[in-house]
């Protein structure tokens, strides 16, 4: 036992070698005070942009993709078939003809697009907290969420659009809306809530247990909990996993199509249907490009952002 | 000034049996130190004292009111027994002075200008007066950790719980916590520590209680359970802790 007398952390034990240890023989090893000489040596110099060390290989490169993309081009337009094909998808004066009522209609996508989006981020949000709140009055509806995401999970979004857009209005319900496009969106709103529920609920059990024990030891009630300490924690966790739904969603608007909507699709069919030519769906798939392709850029601006975070490489 | 008073304390986990009724009083201002092995049930008696934990059977009391007693409603417990985490649990989407102030706001009521003057006061009693704004991965361990002692204090509380809190922390930095939790004994704060270091048990505490397999088996004042243990588990522990350096 140790000498009650020793103060802790009085540093009277360092290098004090357990009771009963032996010292193994070695070689004598000087001891001393190192000398340090005034200054470190200089930073390394900052690194300048080199264009004359980049000139040769962005030239070489230029040629290289002039080279294999021409070939590329070459090769297609050169193909027997390539006349037929170049009239009935490419054909300038069709896809200008119909540019007009694909941009009426592709307006259409996106107004839906960020109508919907909002009433998912919502509607799924709530339906998470329900199935993540612990306490046993809540049972039933916890039953409920469950249900309702194994079955809005199990349909296709296309049923369901059908299935709403066409069957609801057909009803004639007095009070009810009775457009297709009103039930075609809620279609939407209940198929991907399912989805972006389970997102959301993935990221709130991600937060780790010491967070709510926390916050009950402070004295906040489980709503509190979940308000001020679970849901922005979450919300942080799954917003990469958001941003991909919300650009599947973009795309996925032109389901309504089947059902009427005159969205990008539908207007470009109804152009196709008496010109028998299909440029004006290209012209739709080119809106699409342009509207997704940037939201995707943007995702991964998330993504990484959100990895920095966790990584900590930030400052 | 707030007394605990622990009888017939039983809890298991499933079929694990953590606690074995352990019975504990525990006067006001007083400090007494929980050691003992891993898993030998010390951080689920401290849980259990603020209703972290709801134990199988057995009572506590404070002052003489049991803790689940609903005269303490659903916030008074939580007002006057505070806990600060072995890994300290701030929120790290909060800045500290958001931290710190939550509960003050949200749970009993104070403004934000009343609870964030109160805040700043308080930290800037631990030399954290810089350190409002930042976010707490922007915090040291150290810096963290008082930053969890200035949350866990803003309810005044009578009683403080702490588990663990020098585990995590630089050797140079375990004594200024021993100089912290000196100063919250002078001002009249009855606590019980969690720890494995024995140098600070030995230098806080009125008491030291060594658990072992959910039992207390042995307790009494550091001096004399340090150097002359009576039970053989104590012996054996302590044994251990010498042989590795801890103490």
């Known amino acids: 036992m140790p000498d009650p007398e020793t103060p802790p952390h009085a540093g009277a034990r360092?290098?004090?070698?357990?009771?009963?240890?032996?010292?193994?023989?070695?070689?004598?090893?000087?001891?001393g005070i190192r000398p340090m000489p005034e200054g470190p040596p200089p930073a390394p110099r900052r690194q300048s942009f080199d264009w004359r060390a980049a000139l040769v290989p962005t030239l070489i490169s230029a040629v290289s993709i002039v080279v294999v993309f021409g070939a590329l081009g070459w090769l297609v337009t050169s193909a027997e078939q390539w006349p037929r094909i170049r009239l009935q998808f490419f054909n300038w004066d069709h896809m200008v003809a119909s540019a007009p009522r694909v941009i009426k209609g592709f307006w259409t996508n996106l107004q839906v697009w960020l109508i919907v989006l909002a009433c998912i981020a919502v509607w799924a949000l709530v339906l998470a907290v329900i199935r993540s709140l612990r306490s046993p009055v809540f049972a039933p509806f916890r039953i409920m969420v469950v249900v309702y995401i194994d079955v809005f999970r199990g349909l296709p979004a296309l049923l369901l659009v059908i299935l709403f857009g066409f069957g609801i209005p057909a009803l004639q319900i007095p009070g009810l809306p009775n457009s297709g496009l009103f039930w075609g969106g809620v279609a939407m709103v209940l198929s991907y809530s399912a989805?972006?529920?389970?997102?959301?609920?993935?990221?709130?059990?991600a937060v780790h247990e010491g967070q709510r024990a926390a916050a009950r030891a402070l004295g906040l009630s489980e709503w509190q909990t979940l308000i001020y300490c679970v849901l922005p924690q979450a919300l942080r966790n799954v917003l990469p996993a958001l941003m991909n739904i919300v650009v599947a969603l973009q795309k996925d608007v032109a389901l309504l199509s089947v059902i009427g909507v005159r969205d990008a699709v539908r207007e470009a069919q109804i152009y196709t249907a008496t010109t028998f030519n299909y440029s004006p769906l290209i012209v739709a798939a080119g809106l699409f490009l342009l509207a997704t392709i940037p939201m995707a850029r943007l995702a991964d601006w998330v993504n990484r952002r959100d990895r920095e975070r966790r990584l900590q490489i930030t400052g | 000034m707030a007394a605990i008073t622990i009888r017939g304390l039983t809890k298991y986990f499933g079929q694990t049996l953590v606690l074995d009724r352990v019975d504990l009083d525990v006067a006001a201002q007083e400090v007494v130190c929980l050691i003992g092995a891993s898993g030998s049930g010390k951080s689920t008696l401290l849980r259990?004292?603020?209703?972290?934990?709801?134990?199988?059977?057995?009572?506590?009391?404070?002052?003489?009111?049991?803790?689940?007693?609903?005269?303490?409603?659903?916030?008074?417990?939580?007002?006057?027994?505070?806990?600060?985490?072995?890994?300290?649990?701030?929120?790290?989407?909060?800045?500290?002075?958001?931290?710190?102030?939550?509960?003050?706001?949200?749970?009993?009521?104070?403004?934000?200008?009343?609870a964030e003057e109160r805040a700043r006061e308080a930290l800037a009693l631990f030399g954290m007066q810089d350190f409002a704004n930042a976010y707490p991965e922007q915090l040291s361990g150290g810096q963290q950790q008082r930053v969890a002692i200035v949350r866990a204090l803003m309810t005044r509380p009578d009683v403080l719980l702490l588990d663990e809190v020098t585990a995590a922390l630089d050797p140079e930095l375990v004594g200024e916590v021993l100089r912290i939790i000196a100063s919250l004994r002078d001002r009249g704060i009855t606590m019980v520590i969690v720890t494995h270091e024995m140098g600070f048990a030995r230098a806080v505490a009125d008491r030291v209680c060594f658990l072992h397999g959910g039992r207390i088996l042995e307790d009494g004042p550091p001096e004399a359970l340090f150097s002359t243990p009576q039970h053989e588990r104590t012996q054996a522990f302590l044994e251990r802790i010498v042989e590795s350096g801890r103490l």
């Open chain 1, 195 to 205: 989805y972006v529920c389970e997102i959301y609920r993935s990221g709130i059990e």
């Open chain 2, 48 to 114: 259990c004292i603020n209703r972290l934990v709801e134990p199988d059977h057995g009572a506590i009391a404070l002052d003489g009111v049991p803790v689940d007693d609903p005269r303490f409603g659903r916030t008074g417990l939580q007002k006057r027994i505070a806990i600060v985490f072995q890994s300290y649990n701030l929120f790290p989407h909060m800045r500290v002075i958001d931290n710190i102030t939550l509960a003050p706001r949200r749970v009993h009521g104070d403004s934000r200008r009343a």
């Open chain 1, 14 to 31: 360092i290098g004090v070698a357990p009771p009963g240890a032996t010292a193994m023989p070695r070689a004598p090893v000087p001891h």
